[in-house]
Structure formats: structure tokens, C-alpha cells
């Protein structure tokens, strides 16, 4: 069943023909389309391609949150990476998040975020996260008391956004049109050679498109499941809710309705799946979440899931394919795609074009390759 957000009815877009483009971006997520409308702001000639619509992958079947950071906890990411890239990292991520909330209208709300500790150890280790993210100068708020009773503690990260994320890619996808970038919807790229440009970006983050090479599957497909209730009139949620790890997330709509997702470590071993298919052990599990967060069952109204890339690492995967000279890859974001997925396609338009942001170095997707 398609999402809740790709429910929503949207204007065509501009019908636009590119002959002879410079680059051929194979993916209409937020990725792809940020891609196009650094590309096309720079004089080129772009062409985008999907297998579905605009924004009918991830990018539309997703949580709905935008998040500043990586998809590690910030005092995991000063260990691994260091205090000082970790830091520029994190401080890139608010850049972006700010310029998406320039663009998206009312497709984004800036209500913040708050990240749940589910029991004490949890506690702990976001306690952990919450002083290295203050040492380093962030903005975040220690909470104890405005959780409810389910939750020890949170960490409110006040500049976070809760977003339609099918409404925000459409958006942009419309003045990437308006641009000038052609967007083919309904068409799967089924190998490179069907494309003329001379220079290819593959934005399918963990669908698979047999297009990666070596790289092909080393960005795990996962699935992740979500429902939409029914509207109630409480308002029992402010802001986008995530905790035991990034395993439950929730929020609760303008309308009064909560969409959930995750759950899916109840049933690792089905999720490592390009299947977007809903199973009932997972929906089983949502549902009686949610019925626990309201005090009461709730009339389910639609259920779905959408594929994310996972890499091992939990840093993206931007840059040229190993050997190969002519196409690129940004994706793996595991499951933190939001932001990062807008990031992340200005940055590999912007090296497409000669200029190579220091970040990227993390990004390199040789380090996959050299992992096998």
C-alpha cells in the first residue's frame, strides 16, 4: 500500500525535454532531485529517471522527521571519527537543515525533536550523548519531566523539524523542473549504457538497481514498516519522537492522527529485504505501541513500508564507483535520509562540478569495497 504521505494529491510537473545532458541522475528521491537543482542552478543540462514516481521510494515512505547529525549518537561519532570532524559534521547537517526549511514552505514544521530513553541504560547512554553534544557547543535540552511516565528522560534537539516528506521532494522536484531538469518518472534505468550522458549520479539509496558494481548490495536494503491512525483530538505528541536506538519512532500529525513506524528488530532476519511488503508480526507490534502511547486501540487507517540503504558504518556512501570513470553513487544513509539525503545530493552535484567538500572523505565509497 502506498505511504500516507504519497496518499496526497500533488500538481503534475512541468513538462520539460533535455536533449543531449550533461548528467543523468537515476532516482527522483530527495537526493536525486537535490542533485538537480544544484546541477541545473550551474548551467547544466539535466535529465532525472525513475522506476516510479517522484519521491515513491524512501523519500516518500519514510518516518517524516528531519534531523540534524549523522545516523550514529553524537559521542559515538567523536570516537570513531574524531572530536573535530564530528563535529564539522554535525555543524554541516544544521547548515543543510536550515536551507531545507528555506525551501520546503509548508511541507516542514520546526517543532524540534526529542530522543526517548526507553529504560535506565538507555538513560545513560543518551545522557552520555546529550553532554558531549553541550561540550561541543550544540543546542540541546536535558528533559526529565515532559516525557510522560513510559520515558526516564529525552534529549530535545530544539532546531529539528517533523516533515511531509513526499509534499517537501515534490515541492522540489517542481522548481528543479522549473529549472530546467527533465524528470522521467515511470522509467527503470536498467543498465548504464542506456544513458547518454556523460556523467551518471545513482541516487536509489537501498533499492537495488544493478547499476553499483562492485558496490551492488554492500548498501543493505532494509525495510522499515509504519501505520497512520486515525485522527484524535488529544494532543499527546509536539514534536517527533524517536527512542530504543532509532527502533520506534512517532509523531503525531497537524490533523491529530499518529503515524508509527520500526519495530523491526522483533524480526531482523525478514527486514534485510528490498520486499515492500508489510508483515503482520511488525504491525502487530505498532499497533499495540501505539494503542500503549494513547491508552486506548486506535482505528488503523493505512499501513506501509518503504526500503532504506544500511551501511555498517552508518556514514553515506557519496563519490565516483570504483572503477569506474563515469558514474557516481550517494546514498546509505540508513535510515537518516532527510537531511542527509539533501545534503548529500548538493555535495556529489557540487564535486560533479569541480568542487569537493572536505566531508566527502568520510563518504568515499571505495572504504566499501575495500570492507569486502
Given amino acids: 500500500m502506498s505511504s500516507w504521505w504519497l496518499a496526497e494529491q500533488s500538481d503534475p510537473l512541468p513538462r520539460v525535454r533535455v536533449d543531449e545532458p550533461d548528467v543523468e541522475i537515476v532516482g527522483a528521491g530527495i537526493t536525486g532531485v537535490s542533485a538537480a537543482l544544484t546541477l541545473a542552478h550551474a548551467g547544466q543540462r539535466v535529465r532525472v529517471h525513475d522506476a516510479r514516481e517522484v519521491a515513491g521510494g524512501a523519500s516518500g515512505r519514510n518516518g517524516g522527521f528531519a534531523l540534524r547529525g549523522g545516523t550514529m549518537a553524537y559521542d559515538k561519532a567523536r570516537e570513531w571519527l574524531g572530536r573535530d570532524q564530528a563535529r564539522a559534521y554535525w555543524r554541516l547537517t544544521e547548515e543543510y537543515l536550515d536551507r531545507l526549511a528555506s525551501l520546503a514552505g509548508d511541507a516542514l514544521r520546526r517543532v524540534g525533536s526529542l530522543r526517548v530513553a526507553a529504560d535506565d541504560e538507555e538513560r545513560a547512554e543518551i545522557r552520555t550523548e546529550y553532554e558531549a553534544l553541550r561540550e561541543d ?7 526529565t519531566e515532559a516525557v510522560g511516565g513510559r520515558f526516564p528522560a529525552a534529549i530535545f534537539h530544539p532546531d529539528d523539524a517533523a516533515i511531509q516528506p513526499a509534499r517537501l521532494v515534490r515541492r522540489l522536484a517542481a522548481q528543479a523542473a522549473a529549472d530546467g531538469v527533465e524528470i522521467v518518472e ?18 536509489t539509496d537501498g533499492y537495488p538497481s544493478g547499476l553499483l558494481g562492485e558496490l551492488e548490495g554492500l548498501i543493505i536494503p532494509t525495510r522499515g514498516q509504519m501505520l497512520a491512525t486515525e485522527p484524535i483530538a488529544e494532543r499527546l505528541f509536539d514534536c517527533p519522537h524517536y527512542g530504543r536506538h532509532g527502533f520506534d519512532y512517532w509523531q503525531q500529525l497537524p490533523d491529530g492522527r499518529i503515524t508509527a513506524g520500526g519495530f523491526r528488530d522483533f524480526a531482523l532476519d525478514s527486514e534485510f529485504t528490498d520486499a515492500e511488503e508489510t508483515t503482520p508480526a511488525i504491525q502487530g507490534a505498532l499497533e499495540s505501541f501505539v494503542a500503549d502511547l494513547a491508552g486506548r486501540p486506535l482505528r488503523v487507517e493505512r499501513r506501509w513500508a518503504g526500503i532504506f540503504g544500511l551501511v555498517l558504518d552508518f556514514l553515506p556512501v557519496v563519490g565516483p564507483l570504483p572503477g569506474n570513470d563515469r558514474a557516481w553513487v550517494a546514498g546509505g544513509y540508513s535510515g537518516h535520509g532527510n537531511v542527509l539525503g539533501f545534503m548529500c545530493g548538493d555535495l556529489v552535484a557540487r564535486a560533479l562540478l569541480g568542487e569537493t567538500h572536505d566531508v566527502l572523505t568520510l563518504f568515499d565509497p571505495v572504504r566499501l569495497a575495500r570492507a569486502v
Fill in 137 to 143: 557547543g550544540f543546542d540541546a535540552e536535558w528533559r
Fill in 186 to 203: 515511470h522509467h527503470r534505468v536498467e543498465s548504464l549504457e542506456q544513458l547518454e550522458a556523460e556523467r551518471v549520479l545513482v541516487a
